[in-house]
Nanobody, 127 residues
């Protein structure tokens, strides 16, 4: 069974930090690029960070660049999103998703490119 299990959701104050993890199983993890998406109420789902299968190439949306860091540990079949200097605008449901094959890191993946999806997890930034 293919699974992407997210951990680390919660409530954090503005300026705070939160680390999300996504543990994968049921497919060859190191053959897949991974993306973090988020969706706020009434807004489109957007890719905020993506990473190539090897971890060598990464992408960040302008809205999170300099604050968020994506990484992966292929030995543990896990991808991480370290979120620092959080803002209320970061409040959203966050998803991790996987896509097979090459990824350059020079453009954002879209929801239509992904092969597998995890269930969304809520991140709320509020005082």
């Amino acid at each position: 069974e293919v699974q992407l299990q997210a951990f680390g959701a919660g409530l954090v104050q503005p300026g705070g930090s939160l680390k999300l993890s996504c543990a994968a199983s049921g497919f060859t993890f190191d053959d897949y690029a991974i993306a973090w998406f988020r969706q706020a109420p009434g807004k489109e789902r957007e890719a905020i960070s993506c990473i190539s299968s090897s971890g060598e190439s990464t992408y960040y949306a302008d809205s999170v660049k300099g604050r968020f860091t994506i990484s992966r540990d292929n030995a543990q079949n896990t991808v991480y999103l370290q979120m620092n200097s959080l803002k209320p605008e970061d409040t959203a449901v966050y998803y991790c998703a996987a896509r097979a094959g090459y990824y350059s890191g020079t453009y954002p993946l879209t929801q239509y490119h992904m092969n597998y999806w995890g269930k969304g997890t809520q991140v709320t930034v509020s005082s």
